[in-house]
């Protein structure tokens, strides 16, 4: 009696107690009523017990069928998920990663046309959320993290460390030329959920700079990339994650004019399954990366990079 029973008369069973309704089941897996009956039928002649109740209008599951139902939709689950993961392993023209919405806009996207011409044939999907995906549920190949925690069980490399430092417009540069012009200056806050945004703060960086209390109010965002068009539009002064803003550097868009710039433990990181780093789309991706983020290095030049704890 330990063998298993059919596996068509399993999902039979499992879609019948998921939606505790035959014909529910029975349009999911496009066959008729009659059918599934029968193989649910053939399931409990296999068990020798009646795993359902069969009531007038409706079904109800038996101890028995109580007992196989989480079980059998946990095998289904992982059954799917390990047939995607083989899938994906086929699709090598195919890389799909996930990264946090600002530094997907204000960082990946405006070079990815360089990653784009020297590999034409690997097609990029990419999911901006800042939620930890999962490799398998979510269909993940790459994720690009953010953050002091550790990525156990996971290939995981370091790409570059973030810093904050005040950043303007050019117009306001030449008004605010010394840290302490800032107490005249509208200071724009960001208040988003990552530890730099909380621990590296205008606070910090006026203690840093020797300065007294930050001026009262301020716009504040809950989103650090929309503090950054607002500096770029000449709203006031942002405390500028360099992730976020390399772009406006170089072009010249915004300016950093002092050299005191804040970190935390909070630093980006590409993370895959252990082993497919060595699948050649996602190796060729991270060589791009990390070379990428060794031309934004650039701008640590001359600046005071100082970890907020030791402030």
């Known amino acids: 009696m330990d063998r298993l029973p059919p596996l068509t008369a399993l999902r039979a069973f499992e879609a019948a107690g998921r939606h505790m309704s035959f014909a529910k089941a029975a349009a999911e897996l496009n066959v008729t009523p009659a059918a599934l009956s029968f193989q649910i039928k053939s399931l409990e002649e296999h068990l020798e017990h009646p795993l359902f109740r069969r009531l007038n209008r409706a079904v109800e599951l038996t101890e028995a069928g109580r007992a196989l139902l989480p079980g059998a939709s946990a095998g289904f689950e992982s059954l799917h998920l390990a047939w995607r993961a083989a899938r994906r392993t086929t699709e090598t023209n195919v890389l799909n990663i996930t990264a946090g919405p600002a530094f997907t806009a204000k960082w990946l996207a405006p070079r990815l046309f360089h990653f784009a011409q020297a590999h034409p044939e690997i097609e990029l999907r990419f999911s901006a959320s ?16 953010f953050g002091a925690g550790q990525d156990e069980g996971l290939f995981s490399t370091p790409i570059f ?4 430092t005040p950043m303007m417009a050019p117009s306001l540069a030449a008004k605010y030329q010394e ?61 500028g994650r360099v992730s976020l803003t390399y772009g406006a550097l170089a072009e010249g868009h915004l300016l950093a004019p002092f050299p005191l710039a804040l970190k935390t433990d909070s630093y980006y990181r590409f993370v895959c399954p252990n082993g497919a780093e060595q699948r050649p789309h996602v190796a060729a991706f991270l060589d791009w990366v990390l070379e990428e983020a060794r031309d934004a290095t650039r701008f640590n030049e001359g600046r005071r990079v100082v970890h907020v704890k030791d402030l």
């Open 130 to 145: 800042l939620r930890i995906m999962d490799f398998e549920r979510d269909e993940v190949d790459v994720a690009i993290r």
């Open 179 to 239: 840290p302490e012009d800032l107490y005249h200056a509208t200071l724009l806050h960001a208040r988003d959920v990552t530890d730099i945004s909380r621990q590296a703060d205008w606070a910090a960086w006026f203690r840093g700079a020797g300065l007294g209390a930050v001026p009262s109010g301020g716009p504040q965002f809950s989103q650090p990339d929309h503090a950054v068009d607002a500096a770029i539009a000449g709203g006031g002064v942002a405390l």
């Open 161 to 164: 460390d973030e810093w904050l």
